[in-house]
């Protein structure tokens, strides 16, 4: 494991240069299918928009380089509710608290700018159960399940957390 | 109410040319807010590409003009679930199982082709009420409501049917 020197970390928002970097980072957790990465590259370059509907940033190393990726953004038709897209960590700066603080870097931004809710999808499967266990520490409550939802025995499982405007 | 001449009554993609009545209709139901209208008229042109993800469908009377209209397709990331995402029938054209006719027909469609699972959310507004109660009719089942999801007192419900491949 790297050597962090987290206190020169910083979010921001993603610019093109960070694509890659954050490719490969997806790619690294082991935990996202190929289509889903081709679906997040998609995301990435969507949100380089400003009028996108949504918002990519990331948490860089001393080097800027990304080390952490989150996409969110106000859900459509809804006034006030808020999805969490995604959220992934290089593996060799996880167990550091920087999936928290890019987490609670969203919240922030949700609860000021008047959002009431956040929600994270997220699947059954046992590769998710570290993200599973992250959400539920981190103050969300599973509200629903959706069986079979990705492919036969692979549910949807949605999570929410409630912000006091 | 108008005469109903339903044996003459098509089911059929639609066309660039039906644009204006399906918005006529959905407007016409009173159900739909002015930003969903525009959603709808979005989908509507992305549908027209054969190459988007998604169907829309309408069921046309004998002048050739739209008095129904469906939007359908598969969910992504998932496979074999497929999400309603409109369903509605001119005023006047109502309570002729009409939409039952479009829904049985989109159902075949995507038993036909391996889909396992629909899925329709709706709002659990008053207004909502007849929406629901046709999904109950035509064998959904509630399976989640996620509470305040549009606005604060406004739910999302979450409907489910399965099909056997």
């Given at each position: 494991?790297?050597?962090?020197?987290?206190?020169?970390?910083?979010?921001?928002?993603?610019?093109?240069?960070?694509?890659?970097?954050v490719?490969?980072?997806?790619?690294?957790?082991g935990?996202?299918?190929?289509?889903?990465?081709?679906v997040?590259?998609?995301?990435i370059?969507?949100?380089?928009d400003?009028?996108?509907g949504?918002?990519?940033?990331?948490?860089?190393n001393?080097?800027?380089?990304?080390v952490?990726?989150a996409?969110?953004?106000p859900t459509p038709c809804?006034?006030?509710?808020?999805d969490?897209?995604w959220?992934?960590v290089h593996?060799?700066?996880?167990?550091?608290g920087?999936?928290?603080?890019?987490?609670?870097?969203?919240?922030?931004?949700?609860?000021?700018?008047?959002g009431?809710l956040?929600?994270?999808?997220?699947?059954?499967?046992?590769?998710?159960?570290?993200?599973?266990?992250?959400?539920?520490r981190?103050?969300?409550?599973?509200?629903a399940?959706?069986?079979d939802?990705?492919?036969?025995g692979?549910?949807?499982?949605i999570?929410?957390?409630?912000?006091?405007?």
């Open positions: 494991m790297k050597e962090l020197t987290l206190n020169v970390m910083q979010i921001r928002e993603i610019v093109s240069e960070d694509k890659a970097d490719l490969r980072l997806l790619e690294s957790t935990v996202f299918q190929n289509h889903e990465i081709k997040a590259e998609e995301v370059e969507e949100s380089l400003p009028a996108a949504y918002h990519s940033i990331c948490m860089v001393e080097e800027n380089r990304a952490a990726y996409c969110w953004g809804t006034e006030g509710t808020f969490l897209y959220i992934a593996p060799d700066f996880q167990k550091h920087i999936g928290k603080q890019l987490l609670e870097h969203i919240e922030l931004q949700i609860s000021c700018s008047g009431r956040m929600l994270i999808e997220t699947s059954s499967f046992s590769d998710y159960e570290d993200a599973r266990r992250f959400y539920a981190s103050g969300y409550r599973q509200i399940m959706i069986q939802y990705y492919r036969p692979d549910h949807k499982i999570y929410a957390k409630n912000f006091v405007s």
